[in-house]
Structure formats: C-alpha cells, structure tokens
C-alpha cells in the first residue's frame, strides 16, 4: 500500500495578533508548529503500516522552513517526504492549494501508485476543512472526512471501512479505494520519535518540488489562481455594551444576585 | 434572468437542521441589497412533501432533487446533483450551514464549481459600491478578523455556523415556486456507501439548542464545584457550558465547550464562572441576548462583553444566584 499524507506548517494560531495600527498579521517570534490535526492523520497512517505495511510519503507546501514538519514526520515513522515550494504558490487560497496538491499526487502516482490520501480535519490557522475535499473531487477520489478510524480493508475488493464523527453518532461507511480521508482529533494519540530517529531525521535530505518538478497550470497557483480575497484583516471589535459592574468588595452578596435575578426576570428569560 | 440567492436546504432523515432557516433570514437581506430572489436547495429522498417549509421561511423558489440515492448524506451525489443546479441557474450567491454536513459539501461543490468559498462568516453583508458579497470571519483561532470577498468566479460561496445568525419567523400563509430536477445517477457512480449509523447519546446533547447555559472556566478551580454551575442551571431550566481550559482540564467533555474550537452558541442568557474571556470564547457566546460574567480579576475581558459583571469569588456568587432565583421562582409560582 502506498499511503499519502498531507501535512501544514502553521504558525501557532494562538500567539498571532494584529498589528492594530497597521492592520497586517503580526507573526514574528510566533512558532511555527505541524498542523495537529495533520498529525491525527499521520499516525492514523502509521498504524495502518504498522499493521498491514506501507510507505508513507508526507506531502507539504509551504516555505522552505516547511522541511520541518516533513522531518518530524519521517522521525515517527514516514518514509519519504516531499515539500512543494515556490514564490508562484505563495497566497493561494483553498481552491488554489487543493490544486498545486491534487497535481503533485498526480505526479507521485506515476511512479508509485496511491491507494489512500490522508489529511487532517482542518488547518489551525485557516479553520476551513475545505482543502481534503478539494483535493478529493479533483482527483476524483471517494472521500471520508472526519475519520475516527479505519476498520478493516478489503484489498481484493479495493475497499476500506471506516468510521466517521457525525452529529448525535457515528456512520460507518465502505469506501473504494483511492479514497481521501480527513481525521480528527479523536482518533488517536500521536506517537513521539524515539531519540535515533529523531537524529536520523534530522539528517535526512527532503526533496523540495519548484513548479518546474510537475505538471501545473500556472494562472491556477497562487494569489492568481485564488478566487477569493482579502479585503482587510482587524482585530475582533469589542461589542457595544456599557456593563454594570458590581464588586463583592463593596456590595452584599444578597444585594447582587438579587440585583441580577430582577434584571434576568424583568428581560422576560424565566 | 433575475439574480438569485441561493441556501442550502439541510435536513436529515427528514428533520430540518434550523441553520438553513437561519441563513434564510440572512438571505433575505442579501436579496434585497442585491434585488435578487431568494432561493432554497433541498436535496434527500422523499422530501418533496416538505418543499414547501423552507417557503414559510422566506424562500421565494424551492429547487427538489428526490432521490433514493439521496436517502442518506454522500458527498458525490450531493455535490453531483447540486452543481448542476447551479450550472442551470447561475445563483450569484450561495450558503451553506457550517456544519459537518455543510462543510463537507461545500469544499466539493466549490471545487467543481472552480469558484471562492469562505467558511464559518460570522458577518455577511452586500457592498454597496461593488454589490459584492462582504465575508467576515474569523482566523487564527479567532485572534483575528478578515473580510474576504470573491471578485469574478460565481457564485460567491460561504458557511455559517449554526445559531451566528437570527432565527427569522415562520408564517405558514406564504406562497412560494416548487422546481423539481433530477439527479441523473445510479448507485454503481457512487463510490462511497453507508453500513450502520450508530447513534450515540453523547454525542447527541447540543448545546446549541439550549436557552439558558452556566458556564464554567479555569477559574472554578476543581471539577467538582461544576455542581453548583449545574444547581444554578437547573433552577434556570438550562444546561452548563465550559471554557475550553475547562475542557482541556478533563472538568466536562467537548459537547459543552463553547467558543471558537467548541460550540457557537446564542442563548437567551448566559452565565460564565471564572471564564476570563478569550476571544475564542468570545466568539462562540457574545451572540447570547444576556451576559452575566462572574470574575475574581476586574480587567477580566470578560466584563467588556457582559451585560451584568460581578467582581469576586465565583463560589459564593453562584450559590447566592441560584439562591435567588429559587426565591424568585418561589414567589411567583
């Protein structure tokens, strides 16, 4: 089996902020981190090998630091990785993303057919759970998002079983194979590279893809091939209300939840 | 032909998901900025008896994909069936619910469909000058704001979370248009199928429908005092909530959590205990109509956001609000 994971180098969305008066995205001293729900996906796939065996091969678009996240993922366990990386992608939103990815697994299956795509749910610092979709429909993949496990393959069927987070349950579904599937954070918990592997990976060369390396419409990458825009990023506006304030310092307690209760009353709530 | 505004009718086993009468209500605002009819997509397996809901709800033409095929939610026959629809009738807007349903479709739809999709907006509006839809979410875990807009490929999609926009009313007198349309596939083109559904009880509480919800954050300090969060919400006829840290912290499970990697939630009353107020949790309560934030810090962001603030200990405030309200229960009734 031949098993593909996508993975995203995201800035840790907790620490970005904006620049109030400039309005740009203030990212510097912010750590860069591998998407986590990437890594849900990864050791779904890990296990998968370790059960039935497979290669792995991390697939990544991003700057050049990037390599990263793809070495952190060859240190528990993937085999390969590639990192696809020009000027030409840079600000390409998730219909240009799903785009350069979906050809570079084009590519990578000339040479080494895919039987199953693997993606997290989402991306922490976009939010959208838009990208695996894509991806699917362009390759013309089935697609089984918000994987909570893989049960069982059925190679000579060229099928896959699979368990999926829903509202109010959980769908198992059958799925042909090539299939995309996008997981989340339930599924598992994610291994830690032993301290060996960990060193190797660090040595290892990651092969970086310019747009040169395959096949690729270029008015569909980057911000050309993005049909949305940013019209303009602030900070969340605070919400128009004077509050009453009342301090246990300085008013009885009976006095305050009484205070309260009248005011909840008077709204019409109980 | 007019322009049209288009919602995506979601509905499951028959039952409506309220998102779509929520998006509705935004439609209709849209609509009348665009002089554009609004429209409703439903899509399932006998569902044509109940085309005319989403009318009561203010759609002026509901479109009908019946099929057995649809009988149960699969990406490729949904999105199959809904990109022709727009391809026919070139909708210049399109939403969707952001729920797992909605988000999953919506990424297939627009990628056939090689136009922009922006997910989980909190603010819609049409731009006066360009009539261009304006699409406001938030990003970064919700540290930021970004207004995003899609200038020429059609039509400009987005998603919204349950309960971000009002619920409109119902009026059952309206008339509406009834568009039947087929599907056009057969099982063998589907390459994905159902084998059970499981239902989990867990999974199934939403607090999302609740009207009033006791929240509780780091500042509760143990797990154990949830107890007087849940005496509270008892006398109020709600249910509790808890900061992400809360949840973190192992204190209750995801199902109650609320804010930007949790749940959205407008309430007609919410209380929060010892939740400082991250914009992330902001995000996910601020729609409630009342707030009353209990807070031992005084610059607590919390505050900026509440109707009703209360500086101290969350422990003897929450029994003295619940002690109170009992009273007040007790008179009237």
Known sequence: ????????????????????????????????????????????ALQLKDEHGAKI??????????????????????????????????????????????????????????????????????????????????LGYSLVTYCLGIDGIDTGRSVIKARRQLEGGCEVVEADLPVLITVVKEANEV????????????????????????????????????????KKIFPPPPKDVTPEIMNTGETGLDEIANTVAEAVSKAGIL | ?????????????????????????????????????????LLGHKVIEMAEEPVYYGADKVFVIDDPLLEYYRT????????????????????????????????AVATHLKTGLTADCTVLNIDEETKLLHQTRPAFGGNIMATIYCASARPQMATVRPRVMSMPDRDASRKGQIIEAKL???????????????????????????????AGGRGIGDGANFKLLKELADVLGGVVGASRAAVDAGWLDWSHQVGQTGHTVRPRLYISAGISGAIQHQVGMEGSDMIIAINKDPDA?????ADYGIVGDALEIVPALTEAFRKMKGESG
């Open chain 1, 1 to 44: 089996m031949h098993l593909v994971v996508c993975v995203k180098q995201v800035p840790d969305a907790t620490e970005v902020k904006v620049d109030p008066v400039k309005g740009t995205l203030v990212r510097q001293g912010v750590p860069s981190i591998a998407n986590p729900y990437d890594m849900h996906a990864l050791e779904m």
């Open chain 1, 57 to 138: 091969t991390v697939l990544s678009m991003g700057p050049p630091q990037a390599t990263d996240v793809i070495k952190r993922s060859i240190s528990i366990g993937a085999d390969d990785g590639r990192l696809l990386c020009d000027v030409a992608f840079a600000g390409s939103d998730t219909l240009a993303t799903s785009y350069i990815l979906s050809q570079a697994i084009k590519e990578i299956e000339k040479t080494d057919p895919v039987d199953i795509v693997f993606a997290g749910k989402m991306a922490i610092d976009g939010d959208t759970a838009q990208v695996g979709p894509g991806i699917a429909t362009r």
């Open chain 1, 191 to 230: 291994r830690y590279a032993s301290l060996p592997d960990l060193i190797k990976s660090i040595r290892s060369d990651v092969t970086v893809w310019n747009k040169e390396f395959f096949e690729l419409d270029i008015p569909q990458c980057g911000l050309k091939g993005s049909p949305t825009q940013v």
């Open chain 2, 1 to 41: 032909m007019k322009k049209s505004v288009w919602i995506f009718i979601e509905q499951t086993d028959g039952k409506f998901n309220d998102v779509s009468w929520e998006l509705l209500g935004k439609g209709r605002e849209l609509a009348t900025a665009l002089d554009a009819e609004l429209c409703g997509v």
């Open chain 2, 76 to 107: 490729q026959p949904y999105a199959h069936g809904l990109v022709a629809l727009v391809k026919e009738y070139k909708p210049e807007v399109f939403l969707m619910g952001a729920t797992y349903l909605g988000r999953d479709l919506s990424g």
């Open chain 2, 184 to 214: 056009g596939l057969k099982e063998t083109d589907i390459s994905t199928r159902r084998v059970e559904f499981v239902c989990d009880p867990s999974t199934s509480f939403r607090i999302e429908d609740a009207q009033v919800i006791v």
């Open chain 2, 301 to 305: 962001s919390i505050f900026k956001i």
